[in-house]
């Protein structure tokens, strides 16, 4: 019987590799973790962690302006990027120091280097050693694109840099029109800078509700966003320390830094993986079943990497149900169905469930009850603020399939209406609710009449 020098080998420190790596220990398995860069992975070091810091410090600008219809005076607030920054630093050390001490809770040891796929049982680390293992964990999520062909492609940033900038650039164009990009938009515009958007297609947030999308763009553009779809870069130039952005159709747009959130990519480039016998699909996503296995049945993969639904609490399931299955004898696999989302632009975002054209082709007939108000704390600002709330109803169940929403706290509220729609609540159900008065979520349980789309006969 062969014996290996670990039960498991996790390639990727991030939250699916942790959570499979702690799990697998917890059932007595013998477990090692490789990670090049810091323990935490994307979201902890420059991902969902740092971005929610810099959303957070952004909206205090409407805070500010907000306290004077509520009584408040003050002098002329004054922001310091490198204290928000500093700040940042010490709360993503902090998470760091806490997932580290997790893993030496559970005597998962630590690989502080790159570790690639020697063989279906074999890690070869950046050191030389060779290291065997009866399963191999690929966790090593996903990176920024960037367009390499681009003239003067040097001299953008994406997400990665932006959270380490030493200075706050007072001109920025964001190159994207993803939840990444409307974001970071709404971070620097937020922060006092002056924004511009491009975007190669129509309409930003493609894939989201059609209500959203055009919620969001023009609110956006109140606030002072410039939003260029249609376009794209042709080449940047860098000149005085400042940088030029030539677009197709010869505009030239000037900035003290240039942004790409053009969409992520896979992290499996140079981990021999295909020499190992490991397929990769036409993305350079790792292809598994629903179990999280590849085509060696020795090395499993999670995250986005795989390219599934990338997002920080999916890998955690799915890093938690491979360890349960390989190791805790417990066989289960995560459901993919209504996985609520955020997008912590300002205004924000919070959906569960399919868009309206979604649930249309899926069901065929549907009912769509929105509404649209100014919440009580922007009427008393003295702001022209708007929050949007949608029901999508499958109509021969009158269950509830989407929920949308628009405004303040959209992200919380959306979190708590997913737990009905996983449950299979009708509009009947969120009608029999009691509403709970003042508050913007009341309206959820409050929206009677069926919205008839412009030149559409009534029912």
Known sequence: MQEFEYDLFVIGAGSGGVRAARIA??????????????????CVIRGCVPKKILVYASRFSDEFENAAGFGWSFSEPKFDWPSLIAAKDKEIARLEAAYRATLAKFNVEVFAERATVGGPNEIVLASGRKISAKYILIATGGGPNVDRNLPGIDHVITSNEAFDLKEMPRRVVIAGGGYIAVEFASIFNGLGADVTLVYRGEKILRGFDEDLRDGLTAAMIRRGVRIVTGKVFTKIEASGGALAGHLTDG????????????????????????????????????????????TVPSIYAVGDVTNRVNLTPVAIREGHAFADTVFGGKSWSADYTMIPTAVFATPEIGTVGFSEHEALAQYGAIDVYKGSFRPMKSIIAGRDERMLMKLVVEAASDRVVGVHLLGPEAAEIAQMAAISIRMGATKADFDQTMALHPSAAEELVTLREKWVAPGEAAG
């Open 251 to 294: 505009e030239i747009l000037h900035a003290d830094a240039i942004m790409f959130a053009i969409g992520r990519s896979p992290s499996s480039t140079g981990l021999g993986l295909e020499a190992a016998g490991v397929k990769l699909d036409g993305q350079g996503a790792i292809v598994v079943d629903a179990g999280s296995q590849t």
């Open 25 to 42: 220990a917890s059932y007595g398995a013998r477990v090692a973790i490789a990670e090049e860069y810091r323990i935490g992975g994307t």
